[in-house]
C-alpha cells in the first residue's frame, strides 16, 4: 500500500512514540522503584531511584539471614519467606499434577467418545467457571474445617484441604487439552485399535505421548494459577508456618509493623520467575484469553 | 515385559474391590463421627464409583469421573452449600452443631466437694510426670508418666511418694499450650477419689455439671435446674428463656435475606456498596478498554518502530502474578513514606491522603486496576484489529479520511461486537474482584453509621469476606446469604454475556 508520507504523518510518529515511551514508563516505575527499595537501606527509607549506597538487608530478611541492625544488634527475620515460597511451590505443584491428571482424561473423554450428555457436561462446565469461588469462601471453610474434625489431615490449616479445594477449578484446563486433542486426527489412535489396543491403550500409549506440550502448558499454567490464587488460601491457612506466599505477602505492609523494604526484596524473590514462566507460556494463552479467560 | 495375562485380569477388579472397601471403612469412620451428611455425600460418591468402573456400559463415564467428580464436590457443592448456609444462623455464637453443642456442654464439669491439690508437672526423659500435693495434708502422690500428644482422654494412677520428682517443672507457658490435652487427664488416687485439673496448677474432684435426661433436656447437677434446647434461636435455653453457650446452628428461613433489604442498618450499606460494586466494575473496564484499544491500534501502526518492545514492556503488568503488583502499590501509594507522594510533593507541592480520603481510595483503586488490566485489553483488541481487511482503510485513505476517522469510523464498530462478550466477562471479573479489594484497602476507609462494619471502598464479596472472617463476629449465615444474592447477580451477568458470544458468534458466520 502506497500511501504518500507527508509531514504530519512524522509528526504523528513522533506523538505515539512519546505517548508509549510514557505509559512504558508507567508501567516500569513501580517496577524499578522496587528493585531499588529492596537494597536501600532500613524499611523507611527515601532516595533517588539509583540508590547510592547498596545494602543487602532486605535481600538477608527475605532469605532467613541473621541482619545486624543499625545498633549492632542481630535480628533474626521473623516472617518465613523461604518457607511461604516453599509451600507455594509444594502447593502449587501437587495441584497442578492434580489438575492435570483429572483434566487430561476427561479431555479425552470430552474429544473422543460418544456419550449421554456430553453437551450439558460441556456447557456446564463453562458456566461453571462464570461463578467465582470467591462467593463460595464461607462453605468452603465450613466443609474443610467439618472434614477436618473427621480427618485432620484434610481439615482448615493443612496443605491438601487447599488442594482438594483447588481440584476442582479444572473447566478451562479440560476446555484447553480438548481443543488440542481435536487436532490431532483420530486415525491415528484407530489405528492402534484396530492392531488389538484398548482404548485406554490408544489413549495412554498413542494419544498421550503427542499430546505432552499441551499437558505442559497446563501444568504450567495450573501451577502459576495455584501461585497466585489467594481468596481460598487467606481462609484455609492461618498458621504462620502454613501460608503461601500469596497470604503471607499481606503480613509485610501492616500499619504497624511496615517492611517495605522486605516486602521489595521478597517481592522480587517470588515474582520474578513466575512471571518470567508466565511469559514464556502465554503464547499458548492467547487463544485462552481470547475465550474469555480472565487472571484471577 | 508385560504383566502375565491371568494377573493382569484379575487387577483391575482387585483394585476396584480394594478401593471401595477402603472407601466404605472412610464412611464408617465419618459416620461414626457424626457427620451424616458428609458421609451420605461420600456413600453416593463411592456407589457411583463402584457402578462406572464395573459396567461396561458405562465405560466413557470412568475418563469423565475424577474430573468432572472433582468439579462437582469442590465448586458446585460449596455454591449450593453456601446458600444452605444462608437459611442458618451459623456464626461465631452459633458454631456448633447441635449434637457437637451439646456434648461440649456435656463434658463441663465443676468442682465438687473432697480434697484439692496442687498439681506440678515434671519431665523425666521425653515423658512427664505429675506431682500431687494434697492442700490440707500436704501428703503428696505421683503418677506414672505419660507422653504429650493431640487432644483425648486418659487416665493415670497415682500412688503416694514421699521424695519430690528429679525431672525440671514445665513452665506456665508451655501448660498453658498443653492445657487441652490436660484438661482430659483424669487421676485416680489411691483413695478411690478420681480427680480432674481445675485450675493450670490444681487438680480436684470434679463432676459433670450437666446430665442429659430422655426428653432432650438437660439437668444441671449443681442446682438442679433444666436446660432445654431452643430450635428456633440455637440455644439451649435456662427456665426463665437465657440462652447458655455455646449455641448452635438451626435453620431460621428466610430470615438473613429479609434481613438484608428490611433492616435499615444492612440495607443503607448494601445499597451503597452494591451502586460502589457497579461503578467500579463498570469504569474499570472502560479504562482498560479505551486504554487498551488505543495501544492496540498504535502496535498496528505500520510506520512505527520497536512494536515488540513496546508490547514485551506494555504486557507486563500482566505477567507478575497481582498479589504482588497489588502489594506493591500499597507501598507506592502509603500517604507517608509512599514514592508516588514523594514525586507528587516535588512537582506540585501536594501528598493526597490515598488511604483515608474515600474519593482518594476509590480513585487509587481505578488507577491500579486499570494497571493491572489494560494488557489483556490491548491482547485482546491487537489479535481483533488483524483480522479487519486492510482494504477497509484503503478504501478510506482514498477517500481521504484521516487516522481519528478510521478508528472511530472502522476499527472500533468492527471490534467492539466480537468484544463485547469479553467486555461482559472483564465487568463480572471485576464486579468480584475481591484481591485487589482486599489486598489493596482491605475496604477502608470505613462507613461510620453502621451495625456491620462495611467500607467505602468494598465491592460486595469483599463487604462478605469481612463480615465472615474479619472483625464482625463471624457471621457466616448472613455473609452466605449476601452471596447467594451475589449469586444472581452473577447469573444474570452470564446470561447476558451467553447471548452476547451468541450473537458475536453468528456475525461470523
Known amino acids: 500500500m ?10 504523528r510518529v513522533v506523538l505515539a512514540h512519546l505517548f508509549l515511551i510514557l505509559l512504558c514508563a508507567l508501567v516500569i516505575f513501580p517496577l524499578l522503584m522496587v528493585v531499588s527499595i529492596s537494597f536501600r537501606s532500613g524499611n523507611f527509607a527515601t532516595g533517588s531511584l539509583i540508590p547510592k549506597s547498596i545494602s543487602l538487608e532486605h535481600w538477608r530478611f527475605a532469605l532467613g539471614l541473621p541482619v545486624v541492625n543499625a545498633d549492632g544488634r542481630v535480628i533474626l527475620p521473623d516472617l518465613p519467606v523461604l518457607r511461604w515460597l516453599w509451600n507455594s511451590i509444594k502447593v502449587a505443584t501437587l495441584s497442578a499434577i492434580v489438575a492435570v491428571l483429572l483434566s487430561t482424561t476427561a479431555a479425552y473423554a470430552f474429544a473422543r467418545m460418544k456419550f449421554a450428555g456430553k453437551k450439558t457436561a460441556l456447557t456446564g462446565l463453562m458456566l461453571m467457571q462464570m461463578f467465582p469461588t470467591v462467593l463460595a469462601l464461607v462453605a468452603i471453610h465450613a466443609i474443610f474445617s467439618r472434614l477436618g474434625h473427621v480427618f485432620p489431615a484434610l481439615g482448615v490449616d493443612g496443605m491438601w484441604a487447599l488442594i482438594l479445594a483447588y481440584s476442582g477449578g479444572i473447566a478451562l484446563h479440560i476446555w484447553t487439552i480438548k481443543g488440542f486433542y481435536e487436532t490431532i486426527p483420530p486415525e491415528i489412535e484407530e489405528a492402534a485399535t484396530v492392531d488389538g489396543a484398548t482404548p485406554w491403550q490408544a489413549f495412554w500409549r498413542v494419544l498421550l ?31 504462620q508456618d502454613h501460608l503461601t506466599m500469596a497470604v503471607g505477602s499481606k503480613q509485610f505492609l501492616y500499619a504497624q509493623k511496615y517492611l517495605w523494604g522486605d516486602f521489595a526484596a521478597a517481592a522480587i524473590l517470588s515474582g520474578l520467575p513466575i512471571s518470567v514462566v508466565f511469559i514464556l507460556v502465554q503464547r499458548w494463552m492467547i487463544s485462552g484469553l481470547t475465550s474469555g479467560a480472565n487472571k484471577g | 515385559m508385560s504383566m502375565p495375562k491371568a494377573l493382569k485380569r484379575f487387577l483391575q477388579p482387585a483394585l476396584i474391590i480394594l478401593l471401595g472397601l477402603l472407601g466404605l471403612y472412610s464412611v464408617t469412620v465419618v459416620y461414626a463421627a457424626g457427620e451424616n451428611l458428609l458421609a451420605g455425600m461420600m456413600l453416593v460418591t463411592l456407589a457411583v464409583f463402584v457402578w462406572l468402573y464395573t459396567s461396561p456400559k458405562t465405560y466413557a463415564y470412568r475418563y469423565l469421573f475424577p474430573g468432572i467428580g472433582a468439579a462437582l464436590i469442590f465448586v458446585v457443592f460449596p455454591m449450593l452449600f453456601t446458600i444452605r448456609i444462608g437459611f442458618t444462623n451459623y456464626s461465631s455464637k452459633n458454631l456448633l452443631t447441635f449434637d457437637r453443642a451439646t456434648s461440649y456442654l456435656l463434658e463441663e464439669t465443676y468442682r465438687a466437694e473432697g480434697a484439692a ?13 505429675f506431682r500431687l500435693e494434697d492442700q490440707d495434708s500436704g501428703a503428696a502422690f505421683v503418677t506414672g508418666p505419660f507422653a504429650l500428644g493431640p487432644e483425648k482422654p486418659l487416665t493415670l494412677k497415682a500412688e503416694p511418694s514421699a521424695t519430690a520428682l528429679p525431672g525440671g517443672e514445665m513452665p506456665l507457658r508451655e501448660l498453658i499450650d498443653h492445657q487441652a490435652f490436660l484438661n482430659g487427664i483424669t487421676v485416680a488416687m489411691p483413695d478411690g477419689n478420681r480427680v480432674r485439673m481445675t485450675g493450670l496448677r490444681e487438680f480436684a474432684a470434679s463432676r459433670p455439671q450437666y446430665t442429659r435426661n430422655a426428653d432432650g433436656t438437660l ?32 435453620d431460621i428461613g428466610w430470615k438473613n435475606y429479609t434481613e438484608i433489604f428490611t433492616d435499615a442498618s444492612l440495607r ?45 514492556l506494555l504486557f507486563l503488568p500482566y505477567a507478575i502474578p497481582s498479589f504482588i503488583s497489588i502489594l506493591v502499590f500499597k507501598g507506592l501509594f502509603n500517604n507517608n513514606t509512599g514514592e508516588i507522594n514523594l514525586v507528587l510533593n516535588g512537582l506540585f507541592g501536594i501528598r493526597p491522603t490515598w488511604f483515608s480520603d474515600p474519593f482518594l481510595a476509590r480513585s487509587m483503586l481505578l488507577i491500579v486496576n486499570t494497571w493491572l488490566g489494560f494488557p489483556y485489553m490491548m491482547v485482546v483488541c491487537m489479535g481483533l484489529i488483524k483480522a479487519i481487511p486492510n482494504d477497509l482503510y484503503e478504501a478510506s485513505a482514498v477517500a481521504g479520511a484521516g487516522p481519528i476517522t478510521n478508528f472511530f469510523r472502522i476499527t472500533m464498530p468492527l471490534i467492539l461486537k466480537p468484544l463485547t462478550p469479553l467486555l461482559i466477562s472483564s465487568f463480572a471479573f471485576n464486579f468480584n474482584n475481591f484481591v485487589l479489594i482486599s489486598l489493596l484497602t482491605g475496604g477502608l476507609p470505613d462507613f461510620l453509621n453502621t451495625s456491620v462494619p462495611a467500607g467505602t471502598t468494598d465491592i460486595l464479596v469483599s463487604y462478605t469476606y469481612r463480615m465472615a472472617f474479619q472483625d464482625a463476629g463471624q457471621k457466616f449465615g448472613l455473609a452466605a446469604a449476601i452471596s447467594a444474592v451475589v449469586f444472581l447477580m452473577v447469573a444474570a451477568i452470564s446470561a447476558v454475556q451467553i447471548r452476547a458470544t451468541r ?6 458466520r
Open chain 1, 2 to 11: 502506497a500511501i504518500v508520507i507527508d509531514k504530519s504523518q512524522r509528526w
Open chain 2, 503 to 508: 450473537i458475536a458468534q453468528d456475525e461470523k
Open chain 2, 268 to 312: 443503607e450499606p448494601f445499597g451503597r456498596i452494591f451502586v460502589w460494586t457497579l461503578v467500579f466494575s463498570t469504569l474499570t473496564v472502560v479504562f482498560c478498554t479505551s486504554l487498551g484499544m488505543v495501544l492496540a491500534v498504535l502496535l498496528n501502526w505500520d510506520s512505527l518502530r520497536f512494536k515488540a518492545v513496546y508490547r514485551l
Open chain 2, 117 to 129: 491439690y496442687n498439681a506440678t508437672l515434671h519431665a523425666e526423659g521425653s515423658q512427664w510426670r
Open chain 2, 219 to 250: 439437668t444441671n447437677n449443681q442446682d438442679h435446674s433444666l436446660l432445654r434446647p431452643n430450635f428456633k434461636s440455637g440455644y439451649y435455653e435456662t427456665a426463665d428463656g437465657d440462652p447458655v453457650t455455646p449455641g448452635f446452628q438451626v
Open chain 1, 209 to 239: 505421548p503427542m499430546a505432552l506440550p499441551i499437558l505442559m502448558v497446563v501444568f504450567l499454567l495450573a501451577f502459576i494459577g495455584a501461585v497466585n490464587e489467594y481468596p481460598v488460601a487467606s481462609v484455609l491457612l492461618h498458621t
